[in-house]
């Protein structure tokens, strides 16, 4: 399952677009980063990466 799908089963309908530019915010601001090998995404700091879990 890709992000968006989870988003949209777990928070309801987000349009494509929102969803793509608030992904571009999280990693530029370093949020989240993106493993090139695998297009996979991951939170790079253990302490926000606990948090969100807890969302």
């Keep these: 399952m890709n992000i968006y799908d989870f988003v949209e089963l777990n928070e309801g309908h987000v349009s494509e677009s929102v969803f793509n530019d608030s992904l571009t915010y999280l990693t530029k601001y370093g949020l989240v980063i993106k493993n090139a ?5 991951a939170i790079p700091d253990p302490i926000t990466a606990e948090y969100a879990k807890k969302l």
Excluded at 37 to 41: E, F, I, L
Aim: net charge negative; proline share 0%; aromatic share 20%.
């Design 37 to 41: 090998n695998s297009d996979a995404y």
